[in-house]
């Protein structure tokens, strides 16, 4: 930080990035009560708020790791708006018989598991990354997911490309779990070795002084 500049409240709500998480949770019943119309016209209001959503879960992001003005309410939000976001419009997917129970549980299985297991490692001072794995998860669920609401429209087959995208992020998904898993495990360990270190050096520092004390009474003792 250059001196003289005011340090960033992150306690603060009013930021562009912190707005445009909020705009990524209004979008979800926007998608929802879209979907619940059941016609081709609706379904494709859907997918354009979906995709809407999905451009503000970049920028949200970007914008604030750029200026420096991450705060408390974007690190609660900006996850929490994502599964919003992706569980709610699988479930209406499903609901609507354009996708399998089965892959629906599996993806919401595995977003509440990582999601979990992210919690935990950040309370033992542990920070799992995004994997690469992950990313492309994201990237082609988003992708994914606005073909399964379109259906096939000018005789593109976008419910077919929707499946095949589904079935490659849930292969991505499975796959980036274990590598979450793996790096979780990884942090503990290091995480857990340091702690023991820093054990160790206070207990050396804690005789070290003892023994300092020692030797100065001895030598009062002595000159006396």
Not at 86 to 107: E, N, T
């Amino acid at each position: 930080m250059e001196s003289g500049q005011e340090p960033f409240d992150q306690l603060t709500f009013h930021t562009t990035p912190n707005y445009l998480t909020l705009l990524r949770v209004i979008m979800v019943p926007a998608v929802i009560l879209s979907l619940f119309q059941g016609t081709p016209f609706w379904d494709f209001f859907a997918a354009v708020f979906f995709g809407i959503a999905g451009i503000t879960d970049y920028f949200d992001g970007y914008l604030a790791r750029k200026y420096k003005i991450e705060t408390v309410y974007g690190k609660l939000l900006d996850p929490l708006a994502d599964k919003f976001l992706v569980i709610c419009s699988l479930i209406m997917l499903q609901h609507l018989g354009r996708m399998s129970p089965v892959v629906v549980m599996v993806l919401v299985c595995r977003e509440l598991t990582i999601t979990g297991l992210r919690a935990l490692a950040s309370a033992e001072g542990v920070i799992v990354a995004a994997s690469s794995g992950g990313k492309w998860k994201t990237a082609i669920q988003m992708t994914a997911i606005p073909c399964l609401m379109i259906r096939d429209v000018f005789g593109i087959p976008f419910y077919a490309i929707g499946m095949w995208l589904t079935y490659l992020s849930l292969a991505f998904s499975l796959w980036s779990a274990k590598d979450y898993i793996v790096d979780f495990f990884k942090g503990l360990k290091v995480a857990s070795a340091i702690r023991k270190e820093r054990r160790i050096q206070k207990k050396m520092a804690r005789q070290k002084k003892r023994e300092l004390k020692l030797k100065s009474k001895l030598q009062r003792r002595s000159s006396i």
